[in-house]
């Protein structure tokens, strides 16, 4: 849930020590506090979440244990109800009201609950009764309806009871005397002095205000896990009863696995050299062994499932393989690949002319790159999508094909999972019989499944050899075009080129860039050298927003803010 995350670590080599720098996407972080909300109180959620849903979240039971409620009529202290709220990490700011504060006006508490995002509630006492308890918006203090009472949440899930607190303090004392001597006794001083002082901080700041930078370290103490007994996550958070679905489930399932192993090699780096306690080892994400045994229920979503899913499923797999729109999978052609180049353009161009758009997969960056440039220089309409493009450019880059502000797109591994464009008309892939993993059957099938989605899409590999990858794609694909096909003429279905919108989030893009034209010249310049693909760049329009904000000049850190 960040917009940006810099974990901690230790460079041993050049004795570097890297702070855990992060800026919360506080959009996200809302939706987070909802979704776990939810699960406590409701039976009908669905929770869409990345892999990082196997990191530590912090107790469901701790979570709900620190929750209060307030009823109209009840006899309460202001203070009683100040503290609880301090208590749950909700700061007081009677200035600027925003999500996780809470502010005081006379016999008036207004709270902004941590799951809503312009929806406050605001309580009026009389003395020590709450005489009045409803909704309002948080903007305009509009009132929006009147409530019998309200349940106040944590204003973050690594929440810990006070007495729970005390006792992990202790705890983290008697390990950290252990570790001192552990360092002393392997000559290591500068080891044990550092990882004293950095406790001892922390300690301190925990005592004070309930948290300290970095408390997640000592989620151990906090949740009271023993040692190597795996975090809480978003999974204890859902029911006995429910039903997990894993989409490109070939993709995710090994990240699953992948995950722990990285994480804990950055950890023992940081535990080894004084700047965390053995304890912090265990605020890591779920083993694999560990999600196995935990997970729910499990439905795996793929076009090309690995050999994991097959076996969970003991053989037995459900194919999806007639659409409801009657679309086929499309037709592929073999070309060798001598004059690939000159003959991509030119079906390219054909396939233009209708009115379609098409993608074009390469081997290597330096290829696609000179691609790109090639077909710039003829005069084609063409961008190039590849592994630095941040997600935002990204959706910029397929709305512009979309669009038609492109026609061509080139990539190498990104032309795969996730792309759904009903615009495209081909899918040409280069170098199709060189061995490896950008062209194995499972990544040939994927690419394939670009040119799915229109009724005249079809398929052009480049292939001087008819290799094994390329022969188990195309019977693949076959087959389930055969199926396809008769399904179609018994039912009498005429296969339909799917429709589907584009976001309002794109729609936004484009004003983004029709508003460009404020800009200089001068920045036009730098925003093109930027990238091909980019007319404005989001990051460089924020960093002149906020140098125009320090020099005063609001008027253009505004326009900026709205180029943004």
Not at 172 to 183: A, G, L, P, Y
Not at 228 to 239: D, I, K, S, V
Not at 380 to 387: F, N, P, Q, R, T
Request: aromatic share 6%; hydrophobic share 40%.
């Amino acid at each position: 849930y960040y917009d940006y995350y810099q974990p901690e670590a230790y460079i041993a080599k050049t004795d570097t020590f890297i702070e855990k720098d992060s800026a919360i996407n506080e959009q996200i972080d809302r939706m987070r506090h909802s979704a776990t909300r939810s699960l406590i109180e409701r039976r009908d959620v669905i929770v869409v979440s990345s892999v990082s849903c196997i990191y530590g979240l912090g107790s469901p039971e701790l979570y709900l244990q620190m929750t209060f409620k307030i009823k109209k009529g009840e006899v309460t202290p202001m203070r009683e109800i100040m503290t609880k709220l301090v208590e749950l990490q909700y700061t007081r700011n009677d200035n600027n009201f925003v999500r996780g504060t809470f502010r005081i006006k006379g016999d008036v508490l207004d709270i902004f609950p941590s799951h809503y995002d312009d929806v406050a509630w605001r309580l009026s006492f009389f003395g020590d009764d709450i005489e009045e308890i409803y909704e309002f918006d948080s903007l305009t203090g509009k009132k929006i309806q009147n409530l019998e009472g309200v349940t106040i949440f944590a204003n973050t899930h690594h929440i810990t009871p006070r007495p729970t607190l005390l006792q992990a303090v202790e705890l983290i004392k008697k390990e950290v005397q252990v570790r001192i001597k552990e360092f002393e006794h392997a000559n290591k001083l500068v080891e044990a002095q550092r990882i004293k002082q950095r406790t001892e901080f922390d300690v301190e700041m925990i005592l004070e205000t309930g948290t300290c930078k970095g408390i997640e370290n000592y989620s151990r103490y906090l949740s009271g896990k023993k040692e190597g007994e795996p975090p809480p996550t978003l999974f204890e958070y859902l029911p006995d009863d429910a039903l997990l679905f894993i989409d490109e489930s070939h993709v995710t399932v090994p990240q699953i696995g992948g995950m722990y192993n990285g994480d804990r090699a950055r950890k023992t780096n940081l535990v080894e050299h004084g700047f965390r306690l053995k304890s912090a080892l265990d605020n890591r994400p779920l083993k694999f062994e560990e999600w196995e045994k935990m997970r729910p229920q499990t439905i795996y979503v793929s076009a090309t499932p690995a050999a994991h899913e097959i076996a969970k499923a003991n053989g037995e797999i459900v194919e999806q393989i007639i659409r409801p729109t009657g679309l086929i999978d499309p037709p592929i052609i073999i070309k060798p690949c001598k004059n690939q180049v000159d003959d991509i353009i030119h079906e390219a161009k054909e396939v233009i002319k209708k009115g379609f758009r098409v993608l074009v997969t390469t081997l290597t960056k330096k290829m696609a790159e000179d691609l790109t440039e090639y077909m710039q220089e003829i005069g084609m309409k063409v961008a190039y999508l590849h592994s630095d493009v941040d997600t935002l450019e990204r959706v910029e880059i397929i709305s512009a094909l979309r669009e038609g502000v492109t026609d061509v797109l080139i990539g190498i591994n990104l032309l795969r999972e996730g792309i759904d464009i009903p615009e495209c008309g081909m899918v040409g892939i280069l170098d199709a019989d060189k061995a490896g993993f950008l062209r194995s059957q499972t990544a040939l099938i994927q690419t394939i499944g670009r040119a799915a989605r229109n009724s005249e899409g079809k398929v052009l590999m480049y292939a001087d050899i008819m290799t094994a990858a390329i022969k188990a794609a195309i019977e693949e694909t076959d087959r389930r075009r055969a199926i396809q096909v008769a399904y179609n003429t018994k039912h009498n279905i005429t296969p339909t080129t799917i429709s589907k919108l584009i976001s309002k989030a794109i729609q936004d893009e484009k004003r983004v860039k029709e508003r460009a034209d404020a800009l200089t010249s001068e920045e036009k310049a730098r925003a093109a050298a930027k990238g091909k693909n980019k007319i404005v760049s989001i990051e460089d329009l924020r960093k002149k927003m906020h140098a125009a904000a320090a020099d005063l000049d609001f008027e253009r850190a505004a326009s900026l803010r709205d180029q943004i």
